[in-house]
């Protein structure tokens, strides 16, 4: 679509050449009555208005059309061989006013003559006005004063001569001496009765003048009886007027350098005034006299039609009202349609005066004017409203069709309305349809416009269509952007569309671009476009000035569309986005060029979804490349972007890169992934995504999270883990690192009511997942918690088992430590590659004795492990196996008052399992089951050391069960009795401290020391 602005219709050339022809023809019938008023009577006192006001103009004013006819003598009469010369002066200058020469003069009966030749020469001013005619016959009953009727036949030319007083010498002056006339006008008869105050013709008249030609029948013009004023001047039927703006323009630089030429070899005299002179016409005091005003209405009627080589209009009736002060009308009354060159066409000069731009190619086409009807005219008692501010006003109206139309051929424009009013003085035009509509204009393939009414103020640039509207715009064809295709674009509004024109370089008019700046729509605005729908309670565009670097045309391109108030934007198949507020920046390379769209922001409690997910914000802003492509989003103020897979990011700010594909989220940043079977989630200050790499960051403290949502037939699982410098996660290969410190949580909810809690810490946490694949399903494989090195301290691993019934309450906990720790996943396996120690807890409260019974022995307690090269536990539903390697150590502290038991080996094997029976607790704590110890086993319990080479420890019963291999013996040391033993295999009970041999013989040895 053209979005320039700067279309044939889109200027005043149209608007403005019609209304000032038709200002040049409505005033063409007051004129040819100033010249017969002129010429038909002397001036005398005014009647209305003021007092005599007349000066040295020496303008053709139209200032005698209420002069009355009152009876002035003759200053001669003499006839010389049938010639005769009749003088009449002005009574208050005495000068001749009126000078009337004929070849013969013949009496007849009852007062009437015949006159051969008639010339009637009237002086107004520099100006002289000549009528003529083969003959007259009057009713002259006296001579002593001016005839009473008369007709005048044979070609009776009326020309007028400006600024020509002082080429007549005499009353041998001939027509020819005088020049070429102003204006001309030809007759074959005409009649006037003075008593009647009446001139009539019936006959068809031609019209002459600078540039105009004009074919009129019939002409009546009367005078007021009673105040000697205009009554009526009507034109029976207008034919055709054509006026030439080209001759009209040479016509006025020759008489512009005619009156220079006169004016230079004309010495200039002072005048003085003298008593004589004091309050003589042109005195101070006859200027300061207050000035008569003039009021007239003039009417065509019946069809109208006018046109010049491209252009036309047509109505059924023409109005126009004017104001004359002093028989003139002002300077300004018809403000100017012309405006001047634009600034960046004069070049940096800006000094340069300013100048009138050239006229367009078809300025100076000859304009013809046709109608059916007549033209009258007729004086008014008071101002009507139409000329409350403005000394001319138009009125163009088709009352029956309905119907005013005006076109141009060359870029085929068109306006049609019912009533087009226009101010000439304050340059206000107003265009009325009916019932809210009927106004409508049209430029084919670019738009067209259905209003009920359009106000314009050409001076100020401000315009108006009250009320709603519909504006449809049409595509070239040549859009870039392959979704939006090629299609219309349709504005719609509700309450009204107010517009700003540039002034920058004088008032608006007919030969500048309209450069609107900015248009203003309000009251449920639409607009639809390639299947894209806008609306909002207001709109704003705002455009800018420009010139094309090619053709130096002067347009108007779009800076920015606001929509406010409910905006929002529907796109078929494309999704939707809403706020309270949206506003679109645009660019262009000139005037011509498609524009281009840079920036598009949305406020307010954002909405914007579509296929591909939704983002919510309060506030969204887009950026676009050259093409008017999107390359990046901006969301801010409690953003959140999610897609239909679950995915979804929110923080104080987001920023999606949608060229280099990525992603930054900022302040209280998150991001995370919500499906029927799991929730995982970044949390922190500032997140990173990369889809390219297909790498995520976290940088800073952040918390990750996965846990999977309960149901009745599953556990609820979370795991979280929380990291002091940040995260990164490279989606492809399934490698998460956690930086600084790491703090792991992960978390089982067991169906029935028990809560696995495991807690790590270290300096680097790596976690591995099952690479990429398209399905989207993924496995654990392994985790890396490594030592926190800046502390000092190994990595450590709590699994804490809790009861939550009654309340939540630790009832077993195991606690793990070394330099790394690693799980794998695959085989839920925990390995310690190197030193580190293992603490197993039992913490369940103690049981109750069923009346002091010992069937329930108190089994609790505590055993920590160390071991110098390596562990493996493994973690399985039924019990954990954990085996240690490279000098063991192990220490038991049951909870009765019982000593502890210390072990040390080379080889160990745990097992870790809900034991014991404790009611509902039991099968939730983390009870030592089973331990096994192999090569070098040293255990010390009590006063009791010994050296075997197996031991078996029964976390149910507390019994220590030690052997010796084949050939071997076991070495019993009890330090309380000073003796040593010798044995196969010997059991031990470690809450009641006894001992005994449960194989092979025992040999005692003495102990030392007694």
Not at 334 to 356: F, L, V
Request: aromatic share 4%.
């Amino acid at each position: 679509m053209r979005p320039d602005w700067k279309s044939p219709l889109m200027n005043l050339r149209l608007a403005g050449r019609i209304v000032a022809s038709l200002l040049f023809i409505a005033t063409l019938g007051i004129v040819a009555f100033a010249l017969y008023r002129n010429a038909g009577a002397p001036n005398g006192t005014r009647s209305t208005g003021g007092v005599d006001a007349r000066g040295s103009d020496d303008s053709l004013a139209i200032d005698d059309l209420s002069a009355t006819m009152e009876p002035v003598p003759l200053t001669s009469l003499s006839v010389e061989g049938g010639r005769g010369v009749v003088s009449v002066p002005d009574p208050d200058t005495g000068e001749i006013e009126v000078m009337v020469t004929y070849e013969s003069l013949d009496p007849l009966p009852n007062g009437l003559m015949v006159l051969a030749k008639p010339m009637a020469w009237i002086f107004k001013g520099s100006s002289v006005i000549l009528v003529e005619a083969a003959e007259g016959q009057v009713h002259w009953p006296s001579q002593d004063r001016e005839p009473e009727s008369g007709t005048l036949r044979g070609g009776v030319t009326i020309s007028v001569f400006s600024d020509a007083r002082d080429r007549f010498v005499n009353d041998n002056t001939t027509r020819q001496q005088m020049g070429e006339p102003a204006v001309q006008g030809i007759t074959a008869s005409a009649n006037f009765n003075a008593v009647l105050m009446e001139l009539r013709t019936l006959d068809p008249i031609s019209v002459t003048g600078p540039g105009l030609t004009a074919e009129v029948t019939g002409l009546s013009v009367r005078v007021s009886e009673l105040d000697r004023t205009l009554k009526l001047l009507r034109i029976n039927d207008f034919h055709t007027v054509t006026y030439d703006p080209r001759a009209a323009r040479v016509w006025q630089r020759a008489q512009r350098e005619q009156t220079q030429t006169r004016e230079e070899e004309t010495p200039l005299v002072a005048q003085i005034d003298t008593p004589e002179t004091e309050g003589a016409p042109g005195s101070d005091s006859a200027r300061a006299s207050d000035p008569r005003v003039d009021l007239y209405h003039a009417r065509f009627a019946g069809k109208v039609h006018m046109s010049d080589s491209v252009r036309s209009l047509e109505a059924e009736q023409i109005d126009l009202w004017a104001r004359f002060v002093d028989g003139s009308l002002r300077d300004g009354a018809i403000g100017s349609m012309e405006r001047e060159t634009p600034s960046e066409q004069r070049g940096n000069n800006d000094a340069a005066p300013r100048e009138r731009s050239a006229p367009a190619d078809n300025e100076d086409s000859v304009i013809t004017f046709s109608g059916s009807g007549p033209l009258e005219i007729r004086p008014l008692r008071e101002a009507p409203v139409q000329l409350a501010e403005d000394d001319v006003y138009l009125q163009i109206q088709s009352p029956k069709s309905n119907a005013v139309v005006a076109h141009d051929g060359q870029s085929g424009a068109s306006l049609r309305c019912v009533t087009l009013e226009y101010g000439a003085t304050t340059r206000r035009f107003t265009t009325l349809g009916l019932a809210g509509t009927g106004v409508t204009a049209q430029l084919p393939g670019v738009f067209e416009a259905v209003v009920g009414r359009f106000d314009q103020d050409l001076t100020s640039g401000e315009g108006i269509f009250p009320g709603p509207g519909v504006i449809t715009l049409a595509t070239d064809g040549d859009t870039k952007d392959d979704v939006f295709g090629t299609t219309e674009a349709t504005i719609r509004w509700q309450d009204g569309c107010a517009f700003s024109i540039d002034t920058q370089d004088g008032p608006v008019g007919s030969s500048g671009a309209l450069v609107p700046l900015s248009v203003r729509l309000s009251g449920r605005v639409e607009a639809e476009y390639g299947g894209h729908h806008l609306r909002g309670n207001e709109a704003t565009i705002t455009l800018e000035r420009s010139i094309d670097p090619v053709t130096g045309e002067i347009g108007a391109v779009i800076r920015s569309i606001r929509v406010s108030d409910g905006a929002r934007l529907v796109s078929d198949g494309h999704g939707r986005i809403a706020g309270d507020e949206m506003v679109l920046l645009f660019d262009h390379a000139h005037p011509g060029a498609e524009p281009r769209l840079t920036r598009a922001t949305a406020s307010g409690g954002v909405l914007a979804d579509d296929a591909r997910g939704r983002v919510q914000a309060e506030f969204l802003e887009a950026l676009f490349d050259d093409d008017s492509q999107p390359i990046m989003l901006i969301a801010r103020d409690g953003a959140t972007v999610s897609s239909p897979e679950g995915y979804i990011a929110s923080g104080d700010e987001i920023t999606v890169d949608l060229v280099d594909r990525g992603a930054v989220i900022t302040g209280n940043a998150s991001l995370g992934q919500n499906t029927d079977t799991y929730l995982q989630s970044l949390r922190g200050e500032r997140i990173t995504l990369d889809e390219a790499s297909q790498i995520v960051e976290m940088h800073g403290p952040g918390v990750a999270e996965y846990s999977t949502p309960k149901r009745k037939d599953t556990t609820h699982n979370l795991l979280q883990i929380e990291s002091s410098d940040g995260m990164r996660f490279n989606n492809l290969s399934g490698q998460a690192d956690f930086i600084g410190t790491a703090l792991i949580t992960a978390e089982r909810e067991h169906a029935e009511g028990g809560i696995e809690r495991v807690i790590a810490k270290g300096s680097r946490l790596t976690v591995h997942l099952t690479p990429y694949t398209p399905e989207g399903a993924r496995r654990l494989l392994r985790v890396e918690i490594e030592e926190r090195a800046s502390e000092n301290e190994p990595a450590e691993l709590d699994l804490r088992r809790f009861a939550v019934a009654p309340g939540e309450q630790l009832v077993g906990l195991l606690n793990l430590r070394g330099p790394r720790i690693v799980y794998d996943a695959q085989v839920h396996r925990l390995i310690v590659p190197e030193a580190g120690t293992l603490l197993v807890d039992d913490r369940r409260p103690v049981p109750e004795r069923d009346n002091g019974s010992e069937d329930f022995p108190d089994i609790r307690g505590s055993t920590g492990f160390w071991w110098d090269q390596s562990l493996t536990l493994d973690l399985h539903d039924t019990g954990h196996e954990a085996r240690m390697h490279g000098r063991v150590r192990m220490v038991h502290q049951p909870r009765a008052e019982s000593e502890r038991l210390e072990l040390e080996c080379e080889r160990l094997a745990a097992r870790i399992s809900p034991g014991g029976s404790s009611g509902d607790l039991g099968e939730h704590t983390l009870t030592l089951e089973e331990v096994r110890a192999q090569d070098a086993v040293f255990v010390r319990h009590g006063g009791v050391e010994l050296v075997a080479d197996s031991l078996l420890f029964d976390g149910a019963t507390q019994r220590v069960t030690a052997a010796a291999a084949s050939g071997n013996r076991i070495t019993v040391l009890d330090t309380v009795r000073r003796n040593h033993y010798v044995a196969e295999e010997i059991s031990m009970d470690i809450l009641s401290g006894r001992w005994t041999i449960t194989r092979g013989a025992a040999i005692a040895m003495p102990g030392g020391g007694g």
